[in-house]
């Protein structure tokens, strides 16, 4: 059965509940349904991290009523019987209870309406197997011990086959761990070296990867999934995911490439140019950029965290320059149109870039000079 705790949790549940948008609005299109704020959002509820809660909530019975109920923008999954809800700035997950079952490994699951204890049954960790109901006074429904699982800091699987069924549930485990601070507790980490990441999709796969990659503290969830051997990683790529993840947090850097997808390009070795990039030395801002100009986000951020802090000025400033001087303008000073005129051009913010020449006047004089040695004798 499930398991209230004490009752100073039950006041802090209903303390974090108020400051979680939409749930009134939901009560009330629920009407009589039994409804329940199910999985993450009870557990940071628990860990003091309301701000940062997702709104999911679980009917015991059909959800399309609640959804027409609500109004706004919905999104409905029937084969899960899942619909995802925005109002305004507000947005909430809702799910009918039910149980699954896996035709082989790593397939999607077949799912069949149940109650909540098996809904709750059928989740990833104990931490995230607690519910609260929305239409009584708060109470933790916690029929897998989550609650004393959050106080260890452990995560739990709730069966020996989760990892095989689901194998992307091993790098949601390390997602927790990099997240929270927690461990996998001595069976739960056997038990990863079970999944087998190859018999999911590779949509599903990259899908969560991604979300892991995204983390503040990254590096400590791929190296979960090394020691686990589900993920192989490089000997110097857990420094470099914290070089990458620091580079991108402050400018110029924040902006210049997505960290998710830097730091997969880390954890699978494919540096692209980043290397012979982070390890050229030019001797002026226009080599620099000429050497920088065509490269990617993901490889200028890698070449800067391999070393090459000359591109800190590459980002912050040189692929920024331009002339003010056109072709156009060329073509006014007599030069006629050809190759002539992009030579010019390129003289002209070459000297710009390494601080010859400055304004205007200067750079027209410069690319005219250069699109006439250009043209060769007259």
């Known amino acids: 059965m499930p398991s209230d705790v004490e009752p100073s949790d039950d006041d802090a549940l209903a303390a974090g ?6 749930l009134e609005r939901i009560r009330a ?17 628990l860990l003091g991290r309301a ?27 029937e ?17 009918t209870a039910r149980a699954e079952s896996y035709a082989h490994p790593g397939a999607l699951p077949e799912v069949r309406p149940a109650t909540l204890d098996e809904d709750l049954a059928r989740r990833d960790f104990s931490i995230n197997a607690m519910a609260v109901p929305l239409g009584e006074d708060p109470r933790l429904i916690d029929p897998h011990g989550g609650r004393g699982d959050l106080e260890r800091r452990a995560l739990r699987v709730l069966h020996e086959r989760s990892f095989v069924d689901d194998p992307t549930r091993v790098v949601r485990a390390a997602r927790y761990a990099a997240r929270l ?33 995204a983390e503040p503290n990254s590096r400590r969830g791929f190296e979960l999934l090394d020691e686990t051997g589900v993920v192989a990683l490089g000997e110097q790529a857990g420094d470099l995911i914290d070089i990458v993840v620091a580079l991108l947090a402050e400018p110029p850097w924040n902006g210049v490439s997505d960290q998710a997808a830097t730091v997969l390009t880390i954890v699978r070795g ?51 320059v331009g002339l003010e001087v056109t072709g156009e303008d060329l073509i006014a000073a007599g030069i006629p149109v050809g190759p002539a005129l992009g030579r010019g051009l390129a003289v002209a913010l070459t000297r ?4 010859e020449i400055a304004g205007r006047d200067a750079e027209l004089a410069a690319a005219v000079e250069a699109a006439r040695e250009g043209l060769g004798p007259t």
């Not at 509940?17 to 939409?22: A, K, N, S, V």
């Not at 226009?286 to 100009?293: E, F, I, N, T, V």
């Not at 710009?352 to 601080?355: A, S, V």
Request: hydrophobic share 45%; no cysteine.
């Open 17 to 22: 509940l108020e400051r979680l948008p939409g």
């Open 29 to 45: 299109a629920a009407g009589e349904s039994p409804v329940y704020l199910v999985g993450g959002a009870v557990r940071d509820l």
């Open 51 to 77: 701000d940062r809660a997702d709104i999911d909530v679980v009917v015991e019975g059909e959800i399309a009523p609640i959804v027409a109920a609500l109004g706004g923008e919905a999104r409905a999954h």
């Open 79 to 95: 084969r899960f019987g899942t619909a995802k809800v925005r109002l305004g700035d507000f947005e909430a997950d809702l799910a």
């Open 181 to 213: 601070g927690f461990e996998l507790e001595p069976e739960t980490a056997r038990l990863s070296r079970d999944a087998d990441l190859e018999t999911v999709s590779a949509d599903r796969r990259d899908a969560e990867l991604l979300r892991l990659a």
């Open 270 to 320: 494919e540096l692209g140019r980043a290397p012979s990039l982070g390890a050229s030395r030019p001797a002026r801002p226009s080599q620099g950029a000429d050497l920088a100009r065509d490269a990617s986000g993901v490889e200028l951020v890698l070449a800067r965290a391999l070393g090459a802090g000359w591109l800190d000025d590459y980002v912050g400033e040189w692929r920024h």
């Open 352 to 355: 710009k870039l390494d601080g």
